[in-house]
């Protein structure tokens, strides 16, 4: 290979990875964000307590609202030593009855329960549907952008611990994306084929009619 090959290939890979500068790079959220992530904290400022998140305490997971699940996230937001690291990782409980809604992200996802018993699926591009009832233990991977969902089917409110190959997967919930949201009732119904009765009955239950 040729030096101007070299460095051609070497002026790509730059930008893409703070690791040939950095040991770390815990980002700034005060600082503006870029598509690489945040800019990096002040090394001397960094400490361990950075390096650690204290988010998933049991007592902080409520479960008082219409999906009867609550989701604690680690993600660069809120846990900012994951800039640049590619990696994040969330905290469900999901009650008795409860459900996470159909949603989709950037990332692949792995998820592990560790209490109670979920069927967690997810719905492929030909619209095919894979899911399964997890119990604790039991490990399952959702490829990234797939629309999947969870319900707790046990006698008891579940916990499951997901981690993602991104530190920003950016959740999106198809029916907030679409109830939740400023489009106009009469572009949902005819963009949907729902009735204008329905759009208005969900629009009520999202707070945005
Ligand atoms: C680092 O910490 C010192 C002492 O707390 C503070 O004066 C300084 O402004 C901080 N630097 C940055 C870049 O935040
Ligand atoms: C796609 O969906 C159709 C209809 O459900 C099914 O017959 C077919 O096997 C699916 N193809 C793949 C590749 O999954």
């Known amino acids: 290979m040729n030096n101007i090959v070299v460095f051609f290939i ?4 730059l930008p893409l990875s703070y690791a040939i500068e950095f040991d770390f790079c815990v980002g700034d959220p005060t600082l503006p964000k870029s598509p690489n992530g945040y800019a990096c ?8 307590d950075d390096f650690v998140f204290t988010g998933f305490y049991e007592n902080k997971v409520t479960t008082k609202n219409k999906y009867k699940s609550n989701v604690i996230l680690a993600f660069a937001d809120t846990f900012p030593a994951l800039n ?6 969330l905290k469900e ?17 792995i998820l592990v329960v560790i209490k109670g018993t979920i069927l967690i699926g997810f719905i492929d591009t030909n619209n095919t549907a894979y899911y399964k009832r997890l ?3 039991e490990v399952i991977v959702i490829p ?10 046990g006698p008891t409110p579940a916990i499951a611990y997901a981690s993602f190959n991104g530190a920003n997967p950016g959740i999106q919930v ?11 009732a009469d572009l949902i119904a005819k963009t949907t084929l729902l009735s204008p009765q329905e759009v208005k009955r969900m629009k009520l239950i999202f707070g945005s009619a």
């Open 84 to 89: 640049g690291l590619g990696i994040s990782k």
């Open 10 to 13: 070497f002026s790509f890979l």
């Open 174 to 184: 198809v029916s907030s994306a679409l109830f939740a949201s400023n489009v106009p």
């Open 144 to 153: 990234p952008t797939m629309i999947h969902f969870q319900v707790n089917v």
């Open 41 to 48: 904290k002040d090394p001397a400022n960094v400490t361990i």
């Open 135 to 137: 119990k604790k233990g």
């Open 93 to 109: 409980e999901i009650d008795v009855g409860g459900v996470i809604p159909a949603h989709t992200h950037r990332t692949s996802e």
